[in-house]
């Protein structure tokens, strides 16, 4: 049956046409983005959407949303969007559907991908395992986390909220960035640290220790500057930024136990040559005592370009397979 894919993050909204069967995706049409901030919301997006479709919009939604499920009401965590789960019939038409966590979504996706859709980045050089856990985290517009849970039957996807838990600094440079941090929020999670917005903590305390006066510029600025190379001070925050990611997800590791970490996220494919190139490798190891076992954990890249529609559609596929 066919399926409108729906993956809604902190500053886009992507749509697709996904076919699925026997709890799989079979295919997916090219996807199409929209700016939130150009929509009031899920419905008028949608409606776009359905507008540039050209012909009948299919009747069943897989949505994945960039905040926890719960209950009747979903505020999402960077988005100014409201969606009322009850009301997706009314409202988007679809007499069938799914909602699930943006990165429980991708959690279907590496679940159901194939091992071509992902490149090796650290550990051992093996495939993602058939049975046991595996650690998916990625860095957006926030930093999301999840674990796939591989067994005999199939598998099952855990979602959680781990780029909200608190960030360990493990050098002064480090202990700068939650220093400044800290004039504005009470704590300082992870997100604030390895996500697309914390780039422009990171240069500006950089700058700061530097002594360089530098004109305030926004994320998106400063993710240019670095990853086309132009600016020396832009290219150290980049540094920084996959030092810190690195960290991050051995940390999730640690909690997790998992056999395998898969990157994904907004920013995960752009970071691809930058990662295999910094230090990530051996901050996701640096874990004292426990560095022989963070060795044996293969850490790859989903390189797949659209993780969240795949993985969408995929939860669709789970949820109302024949």
């Known amino acids: 049956m066919e399926v409108v894919a729906v993956d809604i993050g902190g500053t886009h909204a992507r749509f697709a046409v996904a076919e699925v069967a026997e709890g799989r995706v079979v295919s997916m049409s090219e996807p199409v983005t929209q700016k939130v901030a150009e929509h009031p919301s899920l419905q008028l997006a949608w409606r776009a959407f359905g507008e540039q479709l050209g012909r009948p919009v299919p009747k069943a939604a897989a949505i994945a949303v960039a905040s926890p499920i719960n209950g009747d009401l979903i505020k999402l965590t960077n988005n100014p969007w409201i969606i009322r789960p009850p009301l997706i019939p009314d409202r988007l038409g679809a007499e069938t559907w799914t909602i699930v966590n943006d990165f429980e979504a991708i959690g279907h996706a590496v679940a159901q991908l194939e091992d071509d859709a992902f490149l090796h980045l650290c550990g051992p050089e093996t495939g993602l395992p058939d049975k046991g856990s595996i650690t998916v985290c990625g860095p957006g517009t926030g930093l999301g986390v999840a674990q796939v849970f ?117 920013l995960g494919l752009r970071l691809k040559d930058h990662l295999l190139q910094s230090g990530f490798g051996e901050r996701f190891v640096a874990k004292g005592r426990f560095r022989s076992l963070m060795a044996t954990i293969p850490v790859k890249l989903i390189t797949h370009p659209q993780p969240g529609l795949y993985g969408a559609a995929a939860a669709f596929a789970q949820e109302h397979a024949q």
């Open 150 to 266: 591989r067994h005999r039957g199939g598998y099952h996807i855990i979602a959680t909220e781990g780029g909200h838990s608190d960030f360990a600094p493990l050098d002064a440079i480090e202990d700068a960035f939650v220093k400044r941090l800290r004039r504005t929020y009470q704590r300082v999670s992870k997100e604030r640290i390895v996500a697309g917005p914390a780039i422009v903590s990171i240069y500006e305390t950089l700058a700061d220790l530097e002594g360089v006066p530098v004109s305030r510029l926004d994320d998106k600025a400063i993710w240019t500057l670095a990853l086309e190379g132009k600016d020396s001070l832009a290219v150290a925050a980049l540094d920084r930024f996959c030092l810190s990611l690195g960290a991050v997800a051995g940390d999730l590791a640690l909690a997790h136990g998992p056999s395998a970490v898969v990157i994904a996220g907004g």
